[in-house]
């Protein structure tokens, strides 16, 4: 790649943005000289390119072409270093072509780089794909904003004097933040579609997003049961909406660095965002309760003090947006730009990388899996959520789409219709009605510490978590079995051992029904190999790559979710046995049925499950062995992390396993206790 000196540029477009700047360069772009630093900030000054105009034959981009009465108003901005020509080649494209021209600023004529349109180009083949897809995000963003704009006056009823300035809720700008909140599935799905199919037209953005009605509550608000729960609810709605504008915040703010700290295009882009809007909230949550308590007594949920609140705002009615609009303000007394770039910080400096990509998948029922057995609640009912019922009349549903938020009642995944079920969160889920998702990461830290701040963002009893690692190869011919004690190593570690009211420790996985089945013949829950799509198949371009068509992993299902379990050694293990023995799917009723080898694991694991005996040193060793070999080939039949991280890694595996042992050994009318590790 060619070295380049340091050089002044001349911007009169995107870039005029300073986001956008912020974004494709790592710098800062101010308007006051003494906020220039000639590093990390630089000033933009006044500008005239002669003899060019803007033109944008599709009302998408801007290009400049010669015209000999022209002039074009920009920013002179530099001098930048060298390094910076290969961002900006890349974001312009090949449409583009950079010239060292004359502008005039008000201390006189200057050189600097220009980025005109390709003529030649430009008529042979126009509308040629940018190399950058942030260029087409940034310009899609802006046309989705407009169609915003327009569903705002039209779903609100609002005038530009706007309905928030009376009620005290700030600017306009905070009522089409709020409507963009309530259709952010929709934008999401707008946005992915621009991408997979090349192209949206202007038309159909507004379309989708004018012609979806507004997301309200009205169906419940004079349900007696719904009203004692909508508290809850609501404070919910607003946690999620302030979540949602932290990030939002977050992903512009810092996106140079975010970039920068993606594992690739492949990942789902938001994974860091998301984890830094956790941390950052959790980090606050006593002011965050309070913010949250003074909204809900300012829009109580159909009582006639909120009627008359809402009359006083101008409404008939108090509306599930008015409750977004109030966590957007909320959101925006929170954030700061210090605060986001504190948690980015710390997110770059601890993480360590891998290989393997990685999704998560967390269950939360505040009545365990008696949701499932119980769909009715004739026994055992919710007092918080109700099971989730109203999940969907409070558009939570739309409102947690970042983090892949459904309710799952074990029989669909999807479902507009109101239902009890567990609260999902499946990370790095690009669509759960379309079934279409990204590894969030292949960082073991990471995914650890998405974990964690979830369980503490959401207060809802944590109940499963599945993970799920990308196979390097096609799916396994077979379905190979774990050895016996590669699979006690693992319940014991992850499978929630716990002691009854005799005192005697039981593997709580193992002995209920939660991923235990008889229909009629036996089935577990332990690990299963599924094709996970990013693109729909429809949208896939004509030569898809394997990435577009589909990519196999392994899921393992047995996992408790539990605030005490650290995932990051878990993780480790998991990989490292995947790379190692390539275990399939266990265990399918068919199996059982067809595999003598497959009942007598499963049997003989149930057994050890209702009366688990301390696990012998030799098992625990095959066990760390195995991890240790799996580890050592990760990339390119080498070890993805340091000696110091795997080693680490197989430390606190060993930990844990000594700690089971040890509660075993002390626990009444346990076996004879095997040989101490």
């Avoid at 900006?88 to 980025?115: D, H, I, M, W």
């Avoid at 977050?250 to 920068?260: M, T």
């Avoid at 599924?530 to 068509?549: E, I, Q, V």
């Avoid at 050994?665 to 206790?673: D, I």
Wanted: glycine share 8%; aromatic share 8%.
């Amino acid at each position: 790649m060619p070295k380049y000196k340091p050089f002044n540029l001349f911007v009169y477009g995107t870039l005029m943005n300073p986001s956008v700047f912020r974004a494709v360069l790592g710098r800062r772009l101010v308007t006051v000289p003494s906020d220039a630093d000639g590093r990390d900030a630089l000033f933009a000054c006044d500008a005239v390119l002669n003899n060019y105009k803007k033109i944008s034959p599709d009302s998408t981009y801007m290009y400049a072409v010669p015209d000999p009465q022209g002039c074009i108003r920009g920013y002179l901005v530099g001098p930048l270093p060298g390094e910076c020509m290969a961002a900006l080649r890349s974001y312009e494209g090949r449409n583009y072509s950079r010239r060292t021209l004359q502008v005039q600023t008000a201390k006189g004529p200057q050189r600097a780089v220009v980025f005109v349109g390709n003529l030649k180009q430009l008529k042979h083949a126009f509308g040629y794909p940018f190399r950058d897809p942030f260029k087409q995000e940034v310009l899609l963003r802006a046309k989705i904003d407009s169609a915003l704009l327009e569903a705002e006056k039209e779903q609100l009823h609002t005038t530009e004097g706007d309905l928030a300035t009376e009620c005290g809720l700030g600017t306009s700008t905070i009522a089409r933040r709020a409507v963009g909140q309530l259709h952010g599935s929709t934008i999401r799905d707008l946005v992915r579609q621009h991408f997979e199919a090349g192209g949206i037209s202007d038309y159909a953005i507004r379309h989708s997003l004018r012609n979806e009605p507004l997301r309200d509550f009205a169906r419940i608000v004079a349900d007696s049961q719904a009203q004692t729960v909508a508290p809850n609810y609501l404070a919910l709605v607003i946690r999620q909406a302030m979540f949602n504008e932290i990030e939002d915040r977050i992903y512009q703010d810092f996106r140079y660095e975010l970039d920068h700290m993606s594992s690739g295009e492949d990942f789902y882009e938001r994974t860091a965002s998301c984890l830094a809007a956790l941390r950052l909230l959790n980090a606050g949550s006593s002011f965050v309760d309070n913010l949250v308590s003074q909204r809900l007594a300012s829009l109580p949920f159909g009582s006639k003090r909120g009627l008359q609140a809402a009359m006083h705002c101008g409404l008939e009615t108090s509306h599930l947006v008015d409750y977004v609009r109030s966590a957007i303000v909320a959101a925006d007394a929170i954030y700061s730009a210090s605060a986001g770039r504190e948690q980015v910080q710390f997110i770059r400096n601890h993480m360590g990388g891998g290989h393997v990509p990685f999704g998560a998948e967390m269950e939360f029922s505040n009545i365990g899996h008696g949701v499932i057995r119980d769909p009715q609640a004739r026994v055992l009912r919710d007092p918080q959520y109700d099971g989730f019922l109203y999940f969907t009349d409070f558009a939570l549903d739309v409102l947690t789409w970042k983090l892949g938020g459904h309710i799952d009642d074990h029989h669909e995944k999807f479902s507009p219709l109101p239902r009890r079920g567990f609260f999902e969160l499946a990370l790095g889920s690009l669509s759960i009605e379309a079934d279409l998702s990204k590894p969030v990461t292949d960082d073991p830290w990471v995914l650890n510490q998405l974990i964690q701040e979830c369980m503490r963002f959401y207060r809802i009893a944590p109940h499963s978590v599945h993970i799920s690692l990308q196979i390097r190869s096609r799916r396994p011919s077979t379905d190979r079995i774990l050895p016996i004690g590669i699979l006690k190593c693992l319940f014991a570690i992850a499978g929630d051992p716990v002691g009854g009211e005799d005192g005697k420790v039981r593997i709580n996985r193992l002995v209920s029904d939660e991923i235990i089945r008889n229909d009629p013949s036996p089935s577990m829950l332990f690990s299963e190999v599924s094709l996970r799509r990013s693109h729909d198949a429809g949208d896939s371009p004509p030569l898809a790559s394997a990435a577009t068509a589909g990519r196999y992993v392994q899921q393992f299902k047995f996992m408790r979710l539990s605030p005490r379990l650290n995932y990051e050694p878990i993780v480790m293990a998991l990989k490292g046995i995947q790379l190692a023995l390539s275990p399939g799917t266990f265990m399918t009723a068919a199996q059982f049925e067809q595999h003598r080898k497959h009942r007598k694991t499963f049997e003989e694991l149930i057994s050890w499950g209702a009366d688990p005996q301390p696990i012998p040193l030799e098992q625990i060793e095959e066990f760390l062995g195995a991890v240790h070999q799996g580890l050592s080939t990760e990339h390119r039949a080498r070890s993805a992390h340091s000696g110091a991280y795997v080693a680490w890694s197989l430390s606190q595996l060993r930990d844990m396993l000594r700690n089971f042992n040890v509660i075993l050994r002390a626990a009444p009318a346990r076996n004879a206790p095997a040989a101490s590790p």
